[in-house]
Structures are given as structure tokens and as C-alpha cells.
């Protein structure tokens, strides 16, 4: 979000706010965490836990003292370093406290009745989306969905997941589901986090956590098929489109 996005016209706030890599603060009429969070709320959850940044204090602003919402108990774990989504994943152990719990990006809006089914799971759970769903409204871009991690699903059960796969497995799999980092998870996950060694970009990565998970500790993924699509706030580009998508979504906090 920081990088320059040719033809993405921004406000000065947006631009000021993409500027500092805040890419759940963008207004798009206003805050995108807004509508995240209001769609959480609407699944049925009550309690969020934000990890943050330690130099992004926009969320904790405006959540614990601009727009505290009663929808919602929001609480703020912090991530030292950018070492990862696993990383991420292993700052909300406090907060979680034992119980399942489960992930989302805070850059994308998911449809709230697969929200609602991972809550209600009876287990570790993930949503596999279908290329087809995510490309039907024209959102994300082809060669985006191309980079997304790969699921191998048999039976409704994750056997597989590749993340950043590359071209030819890509191609191979071009028929296979991908995961949009949407999942349920139970304090297992935390010592997978914890085990994993870091990815060739050095970081400690969420979908190599589950695959150890799976390998490792013998836990079992029921895999909820999702022919839907999803907004993403990835780049300066999805800005105003993003916008346009949620001009008349309703949000209460």
C-alpha cells in the first residue's frame, strides 16, 4: 500500500493514510476496519482482538476513544516486528486465552454467512474459496488470486496448503481453491507458530503453521467450500472501487 499504484487517484487523506501503510484505517467513506469490524459483529462475534503495529496507534484512537463500539469488546495485542502472519497470529495468545478463536486480514471484507460458519465450527476450520467466486464481481485481479496459497481439499479436509506458490504450481492447480487467510483455530496453532521455521522471505508464515499443524500435531482442517467473492484493500488501486462496493453497506459498531 505504501508503493505508488499508477492510476490510483486518492484523496489527501487516503493517499496520507496508504502513505503509512495503515491499509485497514483508509477511509472509503469511512475507515475500512469499520465495515470489518460491523461484519464481525453481525456473524455473531463479541470479542476482537487488533494486532498492531507498536507505530500504528490509529486503531487504538479511534476503537478505545473516537468510535468505541458496543457491539463489540476490542481489545489491541502488538506485534513488535513484522516477522509474519504466524507472528501476528502468536501476539493474540493472551487474549485468547484457551479458546478457539479465529483469523481474518483486516484488509479484506468477507461475506458475513461464511463468517457465521466458522464461528458456529465444531473444530479448526477454513473457508476455500473458489478462483471462479473471487474473479465473478471483478474485485481482485487474476494474477493476484494466481499468488494466493493453494489448497489441496479431499473430502472437505485440508490436506495441503502452498503459499506463494509458483508459476508451475500454480498452472498445475489453476482448478484448486485458495485460501484468503479466513480461519478458525484452536491453542494448537500456537505452538505450531512457534515451531515452524521462518519462509524464504524470513518470515513466520500462518499457512506453514497449519500445514505443521496438520503434519505435526495431527490436527484436522474441515475445509467450508466458498463460491463468493471478497474485497481486498491490497493496493492504492482497490481504493476506489473498494469504496464504490460498500458506498451503501450500512455499519454499526
Request: proline share 6%.
Amino acid at each position: 500500500m505504501r508503493e505508488s499504484d499508477d492510476g490510483a487517484r486518492l484523496s489527501t487523506e487516503q493517499a496520507a493514510v496508504a502513505d503509512a501503510g495503515a491499509k485497514a484505517m483508509i477511509p472509503v467513506g469511512r475507515p475500512f476496519l469499520d465495515y470489518v469490524l460491523s461484519g464481525l459483529a453481525d456473524a455473531g462475534f463479541t470479542d476482537v482482538c487488533l494486532v498492531v503495529a507498536p507505530q500504528h496507534t490509529e486503531m487504538s484512537d479511534r476503537y478505545a476513544r473516537a468510535a468505541i463500539p458496543t457491539r463489540l469488546q476490542v481489545q489491541f495485542a502488538v506485534q513488535a516486528k513484522p516477522l509474519g502472519t504466524a507472528d501476528a497470529v502468536l501476539a493474540a495468545e493472551e487474549f485468547v486465552g484457551g479458546e478457539p478463536f479465529v483469523v481474518v486480514n483486516a484488509d479484506n471484507y468477507y461475506p458475513t454467512d461464511l463468517l457465521t460458519r466458522l464461528r458456529t465450527a465444531s473444530g479448526p476450520a477454513g473457508v476455500a474459496f473458489s478462483r471462479g467466486g473471487l474473479l465473478r464481481t471483478g474485485d481482485i485481479p487474476a494474477n493476484r488470486i494466481a499468488s494466493y496459497a493453494v489448497l489441496d481439499v479431499e473430502g472437505g479436509v485440508l490436506r495441503r496448503i502452498v503459499e506463494k506458490p509458483d508459476a508451475a504450481t500454480a498452472s498445475a492447480r489453476s482448478d484448486s481453491p485458495v485460501s484468503m487467510n479466513c480461519w478458525r483455530l484452536d491453542s494448537k496453532i500456537f505452538r505450531a507458530c512457534r515451531d515452524v521455521p521462518p519462509s524464504s522471505r524470513d518470515e513466520l508464515e500462518l499457512p506453514h503453521a497449519i500445514q505443521y499443524a496438520i503434519d505435526v500435531l495431527g490436527e484436522r482442517f474441515e475445509m467450508i467450500a466458498a463460491d463468493a467473492s471478497v474485497l481486498d484493500l491490497s493496493r492504492r488501486s482497490d481504493v476506489s472501487k473498494v469504496a464504490e462496493r460498500l458506498r451503501d453497506v450500512a455499519v454499526r459498531l
